[in-house]
């Protein structure tokens, strides 16, 4: 079950002062996005995460985006916990984020050992971020950011602090 909060697919809502909070899902424990390009506007994605499968590769707590090139203006992404991508999870996808804050989100650990992206993960992904803030985010690789498969991030006034990783990022 993907979405839990919100599932999308080839559409482009315009969502402004909404709170998706405690939902779960396989992918997009928040909301999952799926060849859409919706506008969130002063939204809060806060304790979303994956069903606890603790084989299966749960990605995106807060937001599970692929092949979606959403708008995120004044939004914030907390508290939320996924194996790959705790708060984003980007999948050949060009978010835009202007005034975002990331914070005290939590990749967990599968089976295989995995965890990676507490804040955002991106593959394949070239996402434009400015004045955003990356906080206390956990994770074993790139509790921050992780960064992988040809994703080439633009990052202007972005703050990336107090992050921690087990092993590298």
Do not use: Q
Request: aromatic fraction near 6%; glycine fraction near 14%.
């Amino acid at each position: 079950s993907n979405g839990g909060g919100m599932y999308l697919r080839e559409s482009s809502p315009t969502l402004t002062n909404i709170t998706i909070i405690g939902n779960t899902g396989s992918n997009g424990g928040g909301m999952y996005l799926r060849e859409s390009s919706p506008t969130l506007t002063n939204v809060t994605i806060s304790e979303n995460g994956e069903e606890l499968t603790y084989y299966i590769t749960g990605k995106g707590g807060g937001m599970y985006i692929s092949s979606s090139n959403p708008n995120l203006m004044d939004v914030t992404i907390s508290g939320n916990m996924a194996i790959k991508g705790a708060g984003m999870y980007l999948a050949s996808s060009n978010a835009t984020l202007t005034n975002v804050t990331v914070v005290n989100n939590t990749s967990t650990l599968n089976i295989f050992g995995d965890s990676d992206g507490g804040g955002i993960y991106l593959t394949d992904s070239n996402p434009s971020l400015t004045n955003v803030d990356i906080v206390n985010n956990v994770a074993s690789f790139g509790a921050g950011i992780y960064i992988s498969a040809n994703s080439n991030p633009t990052l202007t006034d972005v703050t990336i602090s107090e992050n921690t990783a087990d092993y590298g990022g």
